[in-house]
């Protein structure tokens, strides 16, 4: 098996940094024949910015430099806060046991002696791969979990811990761009109901076949949608007025009442009941928050709810 760079491409470049123009170009044009892509920088403030820029999984550097050395260079590379690892080998002439301690605890992963055997830097390198790949590997998987945990995993939606994070950002924003933003809570009226006749697995049908009535009438990408309680979702409108949240919220109860629920021997009426709260940002409203934006909602929907279902409730916050 062939295991050379060439048969197993770099996506990344690596960023060299050191001040000795010879060293530089003879390490660039080793990993070039050995196929990598290299960008290089002549000290640490180049290097740092150079680094700022892109994205270097992989990072080799000289130690003593002027302006900023490796060691600093080490620690400023650590202190970035992008999320993503970056494997650092550190080059020096320097090989005292004290110094390969001050280089680890700077921040390197390896230590390599100058003139670096290109062999050796190879395996280096490998090994860098290696832990970038695997590193990559688990910050997916931990994205993976963390977007199952913001997810109700009935309905497909988001959940509660989702909205309750979000909605103070989607308040923010509208402040800052003085755009509109509104909610509607919907209560499905006959849950308790479709359970009593047909068991758990009915009410779990009726809930996912609301959320997708929901997700299917709502703008892609722009609005979305969480379920905050046993039979309660809520719909995000960033955007959009009351007038315009009551104009969907019409739509929303025409569609969840379209759904054919219950057994071909007894088919139920689907009713659900809607609060509306509409929200423009001015300066008479800072401090505005989600506690008191979701008060207006729910006071709107136990009014809907009061009447006996079915019906929708709005406001305007002013």
């Not at 062999?119 to 979990?145: P, Y």
């Not at 979305?224 to 719909?235: C, K, Q």
Request: proline share 3%.
């Amino acid at each position: 098996m062939n295991d050379s760079p060439l048969a197993h491409p770099f996506a990344h470049p690596i960023l060299i940094v050191d001040d000795d123009n010879f060293m530089r170009t003879i390490i660039e044009a080793g990993l070039k024949a050995a196929g990598y892509q290299v960008v290089v920088a002549r000290n640490g403030h180049e290097a740092l910015e150079t680094f700022r820029s892109g994205y270097y999984p992989i990072v080799m550097t000289d130690w003593v430099m002027p302006e900023m050395d490796g060691l600093e260079l080490c620690k400023a590379i650590r202190a970035d806060d992008s999320g993503r690892y970056t494997y650092i080998i550190l080059l020096t002439s320097q090989g005292s046991k004290n110094d390969l301690i001050a280089g680890l605890d700077a921040g390197a992963d390896e230590y390599l002696v100058k003139p670096p055997h290109q062999q050796e830097l190879l395996t280096r390198l490998k090994t860098g791969r290696r832990i970038i790949e695997l590193e990559s590997k688990l910050n997916d998987f931990a994205r993976q979990v963390e977007s199952l945990s913001l997810v109700d995993s009935l309905t497909g939606v988001f959940n509660k811990r989702y909205m309750e994070e979000r909605i103070p950002s989607e308040i923010k924003r509208a402040y800052r761009y003085g755009r509109a933003l509104s909610v509607i809570m919907i209560s499905i009226d006959c849950l308790d109901r479709f359970v009593t006749a047909g068991g758990y697995l009915a009410g779990d049908n009726l809930l996912k076949g609301t959320a997708g009535c929901l997700t299917e009438s709502v703008r892609k990408e722009i609005d979305w949608i969480a379920r905050s309680a046993e039979d309660r979702f809520v719909v995000v409108l960033p955007e959009t007025d009351a007038q315009g949240a009551m104009i969907l919220a019409k739509r929303l109860r025409i569609r969840i009442a379209s759904q054919v629920a219950g057994s071909q021997e007894q088919e139920h009426k689907v009713t659900a009941s809607l609060g509306v709260a509409g929200f423009t940002p001015s300066g008479e409203k800072e401090g505005f928050s989600m506690q008191m934006f979701f008060a207006k909602a729910e006071e709107c929907l136990q009014q809907a709810l009061a009447e006996g279902g079915d019906a929708i409730k709005g406001v305007q916050i002013k």
